[in-house]
């Protein structure tokens, strides 16, 4: 007997014990057995008692992965308890548990309660359990329940996690040298968070940190302390500490105080709103720096070409600095600026940000007055909402908002706003500013067409966002500006999308900013992609990108075309042609990104005055970190060669690891444990557990279902795990856990033979010592072991209860022969 076909006997008996052998009794859910059909010789020692009542669970503890109305919701420990008729058992459903069903007031009142935090959700009329193969399954009529939106989790299941530290952290070393100056030059910098958490609090420090060989200077900041909580039940967020508003009324500006604000992250997909993306053409391979108020929000390296950050926080709110450090020296900036799409909220709902404190620099010093503020949107009816609030420091600066938006159907959603200031000017002048503004957003669905967002925004001279006050009034200037005008559009358009091989996508945004004060900034953007096929290669694709930004009185120009063509499995070679402000640099390319854990890119062309241009870039994903690498040299010009290094450390009760982060703050996570298993890998091999049998599922979004799985194809074969795949939904900032049972050994046929002589009943089963099945007995007590090792201790359970114990040998037989195992 082939070692496949023992596995299967193993796992098929059960199924086929039942839907071969058995005739239901309705009355009672009772199973009768036919043995006379089974080929074996002794059917008077047969032991079918667990397949006798319907889902029948031997009275105990259990820890069980839980799904209702077939959505998965994580793991629980359940108790079985005999039932009143002395011949089932009754699932506990406890306190917790039932509160994940999100039932509806009345319904939860009908649910009867047997023991003491024990549950009987079958008193419910239409409810039914059903456990297999390690999973509870729990089903209860839609009429019962709150929520009826499939694709989303309610906040009776979400899940908070483990208490634990954690430290992510991003790393962005480089170092030039500049041949025609005969200079070198390095640099290092860094950013992250480290923290704790406890139950739903979660304690955070975010830091940023810089080097530059230039000047020998070493600077490290904690710039934010604070601490926040879910609070699910309201779908809002609570911060304590040095907070940033958040707001979608007001400007941002960094207080130390209190702030509870709705959360849209906890709302149904089709109420959030989006996170910005950042889009541009970096002329050689270039460091990336996001930055708001001089924080660093965002910072990577990127390969010479296009690029485009979409990771940011959902959170982030206002105009961002972007800086784009070329490897060959040259540094560019532009702002981008995070305007919100229509404020709109669904009918009866409220949506609120309100917030105390007093305002805070970097030196964690207060500076100005204390303040309040607070906004709201009010869904009036399915098409309206009114929105607005007002910021307050008493007679130093007051702010006042109102605006209506409006749910288009077919044509999109637009508001429109008016905000009023009044602050005092350093001469203690009281003035008074009005800004204005228009947004529109609209997905064309049958068109595969969108416009993100669209907007106008016209500010008075005397406007003053509550920011712009106090650096006026306590630090003598405007950083920013003082804003005038702003028209912004962003939209996409896919042409010939239901016709192969045609398929184009043209993406456009547009940005023109004048100011009060200083200069204006203008910002065009064009991006035309397009895959097709020539003859017999099928995936060719070419893309063009052209990019202007006007900033500062700086103008930059670059344009962008490359075309790629496939010559093997996820393998390309491609033409790349820059040009950066008139001069033009053709590099020919390839591409490998066969192996999702190691990508790398190699490129050698000439620059405009005929020297030799080669670049390269490399991307390596391990259990411990992501490592972006990028190299260039330009001949008598300069080489150069930079890296960045992302990862995390995350400690809990269950153990530690290392492990990849994107380093993207206060994304939720899972700790992983595979029963002291090293090597195991985790969600594509994204993640593997370490010697301790402990690995970290870092990056996870928030408040979405997410699967934790492991990669049973990609094990080792001496690996059986209990289960694969395990469904939870994490708070933000979470960190989740997640036991996986497996046992890691050899495998063998046995006989185990009882002390009399006779063998265990058919059916019964072997567990090891970590409570995980490795084998069920067959005729003449045969049993296909699985994950075992030498001289370990098995336990040997029929009739409910653990019967007698036996132990392997110190060396385990061939797979082709048959070990003699007393069992005592």
């Not at 970190?625 to 890296?643: D, G, K, P, V």
């Not at 690995?695 to 997410?706: E, G, H, L, R, T």
């Amino acid at each position: 007997m082939s070692v496949e076909l023992k596995t299967k006997i193993k796992i098929l008996l059960p199924q086929a014990l039942i839907l071969c052998c058995a005739s239901v009794v309705h009355a009672s859910n009772d199973v009768e057995f036919n043995t006379d059909v089974l080929d074996a010789a002794d059917r008077g020692n047969i032991d079918l008692t667990r397949f006798a009542s319907d889902n029948y669970v031997p009275p105990g503890e259990y820890l069980l992965d839980i799904r209702i109305n077939s959505q998965s919701v994580g793991q629980e420990k359940i108790r079985y308890v005999p039932a009143k008729d002395g011949k089932h058992t009754q699932a506990c459903i406890n306190s917790n548990l039932l509160t994940k069903l999100a039932l509806k007031e009345e319904a939860r009142r009908q649910v009867v309660q047997s023991y003491e935090d024990c549950y009987n959700v079958l008193s419910l009329p239409g409810s039914s359990l059903s456990n297999y193969a390690g999973v509870l399954d729990i089903t209860v009529p839609q009429a019962w329940m709150k929520y009826s939106d499939p694709n989303w989790t309610p906040p009776e299941r979400w899940d908070h996690g483990i208490g634990g530290f954690l430290f992510d952290y991003s790393l962005t070393g480089q170092y030039t040298r500049q041949f025609d100056m005969n200079e070198n030059y390095s640099s290092l910098s860094g950013y992250g968070q480290a923290g704790a958490n406890l139950g739903a609090w979660r304690l955070r420090s975010e830091y940023q940190t810089n080097y530059y060989s230039s000047n020998h200077k070493f600077d490290f900041n904690w710039n934010q302390i604070y601490a926040y909580r879910p609070l699910p039940t309201m779908a809002a967020k609570l911060t304590a500490g040095e907070i940033y508003l958040n707001s979608q009324v007001f400007d941002t500006v960094r207080f130390t105080g209190l702030n509870l604000a709705s959360d849209e992250r906890m709302l149904p997909p089709n109420l959030q709103g989006y996170a910005p993306e950042i889009h541009g053409v970096a002329k050689t391979n270039a460091k990336v720096t996001v930055s708001q108020s001089g924080r660093v929000i965002h910072e990577t390296t990127v390969p010479a070409g296009p690029f485009n950050i979409q990771d940011l926080r959902s959170s982030v709110r206002g105009t961002l600095d972007v800086r784009v450090e070329e490897q060959d020296g040259s540094v560019s900036t532009f702002q981008v600026n995070t305007a919100n799409i229509p404020y709109l909220t669904r009918p009866g709902y409220v949506r609120y940000n309100v917030a105390g404190g007093a305002p805070s620099r970097y030196n964690h010093k207060i500076q100005g007055p204390g303040f309040l503020s607070g906004d709201f949107s009010w869904g009036i009816s399915n098409a309206w909402s009114l929105y607005g609030g007002a910021q307050s420091a008493g007679a130093e600066y007051t702010a006042v908002s109102l605006g209506i938006g409006r749910d288009l159907s077919v044509l999109g959603a637009l508001s429109l706003d008016a905000t009023e200031s009044y602050s005092r000017r350093t001469d203690r002048k009281r003035i008074k500013g009005t800004s204005y503004k228009f947004s529109y957003a609209k997905t064309f669905d049958d068109y595969h067409s969108s416009i993100t967002f669209a907007g106008y925004r016209f500010s008075q001279e005397d406007f003053r966002s509550l920011s712009q006050y106090l650096n006026e009034r306590y630090d003598g200037y405007d950083n920013l500006g003082r804003e005038k005008e702003i028209y912004t559009i962003t939209g996409s358009k896919t042409f010939w999308a239901n016709e192969p091989g045609k398929a184009t996508t043209l993406f456009l945004t547009y940005t023109h900013q004048n100011y009060w004060n200083r200069r204006s900034q203008d910002r065009y953007g064009l991006s035309v992609g397009r895959t097709f096929t020539i003859g017999d290669i099928r995936g060719i694709t070419a893309n063009l990108s052209a990019y202007r930004t006007d900033y500062q009185g700086r103008q930059d120009d670059a344009i962008a075309f490359s075309i790629s063509i496939p010559i093997g499995d996820n393998k390309w070679s491609g033409l790349d042609i820059q040009t950066n402000n008139g001069k033009t640099s053709p590099m020919l390319s390839y591409t490998d990104s066969s192996d999702y854990n190691n990508l790398w890119r190699v490129r050698a062309g000439a620059n405009q005055s005929g020297n030799a241009n080669v670049d390269g870039y490399y991307q390596h994903r391990s259990q411990y970190a992501e490592i972006n690498t990028n190299a260039s040299y330009q001949q008598s010009h300069y080489m150069s060669l930079s890296s960045t290094l992302r990862g995390g450390f995350t400690a809990t009760r269950h153990g530690a690891a290392l492990h990849n982060s994107s380093a993207t703050l206060n994304t939720a996570r899972v700790m992983v444990s595979t029963n002291g298993i090293d090597d195991v890998p985790l969600n594509d091999g994204k993640s593997r557990t370490n010697y301790f049998g402990i690995a970290v599922v870092p990056d996870i979004v928030s408040y979405n279902s997410f699967d934790t799985r492991v990669d049973v194809d990609a094990m080792a074969d001496n690996i059986e795990p209990s289960k694969a795949i395990s469904t939870s939904t994490l708070t933000e900032g979470a960190i989740g856990y997640q036991a996986f049972g497996m046992a890691k050994g050899e495998k063998m046929m046995a006989i185990i033979r009882l002390a009399d002589s006779s063998y265990p009943p058919f059916g019964a089963e072997v567990f090891n010592s970590d409570g995980v099945s490795v084998a069920m007995i067959m005729e003449g007590g045969q049993a296909w072991l699985a994950g075992i090792n030498p001289e370990e201790s098995l336990n040997v359970f029929w009739a409910g209860k653990n019967q007698c114990r036996i132990t392997v040998p110190p060396f385990v037989a061939s797979k082709s022969s048959s070990s003699l195992l007393p069992c005592r």
